[in-house]
């Protein structure tokens, strides 16, 4: 088999889970090795299984200020001469970077020692954002990055069928692939008994909406809707469970609540188990993990009828949808599936049933290891 080296640079923003489902469908028996860079959370070393931790590198660097600022200005990370020791020393022949396409820097380095790179692409489009200025400004350096190492890396991987197409047509000479979007459903999850300290001790149905809050999710045409139709909902409340800064916008209300802060592993289970329905009023998205939750959970569904969400939800008969930005749209899906006359064991089992033949870690392993094969050979 041919040695490959995985780098996983960040667990932010549901990244996390994303690296550690993939890197967990592994056994340790392929020569595969892994680097990590953790925070000072250290979410890598604590989710990825024991048994891989002989193969793995966990490169501890925090999350400062000072860190981004420099990153931002170079355009290195300060893990670039650790990447080149490993390759060197396991003989690697591919060095696949997990969370994006990598660094021009690292591309040309690894490609004068004869070693290819396999980048993955989440965004080949920026989201909609409101953001502070820095924070603008960072994402705009860094999109510019990226785009500068996709024209010349060679080998592009990628979990979103339209996107897929995109790059084919984009880039026609080069090789672009495509592998399932893994579970975001880790052991943690699974087996999570934490409730959120806002929740302790209360009890009251509540509609969910759970993310990082940013301007594309759409959380504003979900508020929209639910204060037109809250007195209807009788005593049902609003619950945004996410770190984000749209809250400082929005008027204050009795039944929305916000848990405006990182949500937990441990704490996602009670917040999916107790919701009458979870909402996703995403304006755009590639590709997402959030299915993955509600279906593991079976918590039927109301999402946005952008590509991603039309392509499964209806389809596995897991929720409905609504017109895209349309707050009255929502209003009214939101009557139908809450209404007491509807059948929510329906919904509930297509979730299951769509989870179950979707997320399987094999599958993934499977995929990956055709691609490490396919780039190899050529």
Request: aromatic content about 12%; charged content about 25%.
């Amino acid at each position: 088999m041919h040695r490959i080296l995985i780098v996983a640079t960040t667990s932010y923003a549901g990244m996390g889970p994303y690296v550690a489902e993939i890197v967990n469908s592994f056994s340790g028996e392929e020569p595969i090795f892994f680097f990590f860079h953790d925070y000072e959370d250290n979410y890598f070393y604590k989710n990825i299984k024991r048994s891989l931790h002989q193969y793995s590198v966990f490169f501890k660097q925090p999350n400062s200020k000072w860190n981004k600022v420099r990153e931002m200005l170079t355009g290195q990370y300060g893990y670039e001469h650790e990447i080149i020791q490993i390759c060197h020393e396991k003989q690697i022949e591919v060095v696949h970077f997990i969370n994006s396409p990598g660094t021009s820097f690292l591309y040309r380095k690894l490609s004068h020692v004869g070693i290819k790179v396999l980048g993955t692409i989440h965004d080949l489009h920026p989201h909609e954002a409101c953001k502070a200025v820095h924070k603008l400004l960072r994402q705009y350096v860094s999109r510019i990055r990226m785009s500068h190492t996709i024209t010349l890396i060679n080998n592009l991987v990628t979990n979103a069928h339209n996107q897929e197409s995109e790059l084919k047509s984009q880039f026609p000479l080069k090789n672009i692939f495509f592998h399932d979007f893994p579970s975001l459903v880790t052991e943690v999850i699974r087996n999570g008994k934490e409730a959120p300290i806002e929740l302790k001790n209360k009890d009251f149905p509540y509609i969910l909406f759970f993310g990082r809050i940013e301007a594309y999710k759409g959380v504003n045409v979900l508020i929209e809707a639910f204060r037109k139709l809250e007195k209807w909902l009788g005593g049902q409340k609003l619950i945004i469970a996410g770190k984000g800064d749209m809250h400082e916008i929005i008027e204050k209300d009795e039944n929305i609540l916000f848990i405006n802060r990182y949500i937990k592993d441990s704490e996602i289970r009670y917040l999916y188990e107790h919701a009458t329905c979870v909402v996703y009023p995403y304006i755009s998205a590639t590709q997402s993990g959030v299915l993955s939750l509600s279906s593991y959970f079976q918590v039927p569904v109301i999402a946005s009828d952008i590509p991603f969400f039309s392509d499964v939800v209806e389809k596995e008969n897991m929720g409905v949808l609504f017109k895209n930005g349309d707050a009255e749209d929502l209003v009214n899906k939101m009557r139908k599936l809450l209404a007491d006359n509807f059948d929510v064991s329906v919904l509930k089992s297509g979730a299951r049933q769509y989870y179950d033949n979707h997320f399987k870690k094999e599958i993934i392993r499977r995929q990956l290891l055709r691609i490490y094969n396919n780039i190899c050979e050529k």
